[in-house]
C-alpha cells in the first residue's frame, strides 16, 4: 500500500515539475522573442505552403502572423463566395422545379 502512494506521489511530482518548467519556458520566450524577417520562398514545399509567394514566409520556415491573417481572409471570402453560390443554386433550383 506505502509503495502506491510513493508511486503516485512520485507521478504527481513530477507532473508538478512538468508544469512549472512549461511555464518557465513559456515566460522565456514571451520575454526573448526571436527575430524572424520575412524571406522569399526559394524551395517547392515553401512555394506551396505560400501560395506563389502570395502570403509572407518567416526567416524560421512558416508563414508569418499577417501571412496566416491574409490565407484566413482568402480562406473565409472563398468560403461565402461558395456558400452563395450553393444558394443561389438552390433557389434556382426549387423556382424552376415549379
Not at 513530477?14 to 526559394?42: F, L, S
Not at 484566413?72 to 438552390?90: D, F, K, P, Q
Amino acid at each position: 500500500m506505502s509503495e502506491e502512494l510513493s508511486r503516485r506521489a512520485a507521478k504527481k511530482a513530477q507532473k508538478k515539475r512538468e508544469k512549472e518548467r512549461n511555464q518557465v519556458e513559456k515566460n522565456y520566450a514571451r520575454e526573448h522573442p526571436t527575430k524572424i524577417t520575412v524571406v522569399a520562398p526559394e524551395t517547392r514545399e515553401e512555394m506551396r505552403l505560400t501560395r506563389k509567394g502570395r502570403y509572407e514566409l518567416g526567416s524560421d520556415g512558416k508563414l508569418t502572423a499577417l501571412g496566416k491573417s491574409k490565407r484566413l481572409t482568402h480562406r473565409y471570402n472563398v468560403t461565402i463566395v461558395v456558400l452563395l453560390l450553393l444558394i443561389v443554386a438552390t433557389y434556382a433550383f426549387f423556382f424552376l422545379v415549379n
